[in-house]
């Protein structure tokens, strides 16, 4: 038996950070605001959220620096996108442990 009291191994490590940054609500319904391929920018996101512009910037920092999603600069504005590989890799390490160990 391992014994992963004391660390979390080490492929579980990013996935942590993707749990705590979807944990918030919010920014899990930024998350579904994302069609398939679809990049959004903060203006666009704050438009449709209950939340001001600086608060969507907040959580979308948050995110990106789970790496949930990706960005890049366009001109003045920042647009986003889903980081659907890396999403699936982290939740990937979840269904093989259930898989191996439940």
């Known amino acids: 038996m391992r014994d992963y ?3 979390i191994p080490r492929d579980w490590q990013a996935m942590s950070k993707v749990f705590a940054a979807l944990g918030d ?3 899990q319904r930024i998350l ?3 069609e398939p391929g679809e990049r959004l920018n903060v ?3 704050a438009e449709v959220s209950t939340l001001a ?3 969507v910037s907040h959580h979308l920092k948050t995110l990106r620096d789970a790496d949930v999603l990706c960005s890049e600069k366009l001109g003045k504005e920042i647009y986003f996108w889903i980081n659907k ?3 699936e890799a982290c939740l990937g390490n979840v269904l093989d442990y259930l898989e191996e160990s439940a």
């Open 43 to 45: 203006g666009q996101i």
């Open 32 to 34: 579904l605001l994302f």
């Open 5 to 7: 009291g004391r660390t």
């Open 25 to 27: 609500e919010h920014r």
């Open 85 to 87: 590989a890396f999403l």
């Open 53 to 55: 512009r600086s608060t």
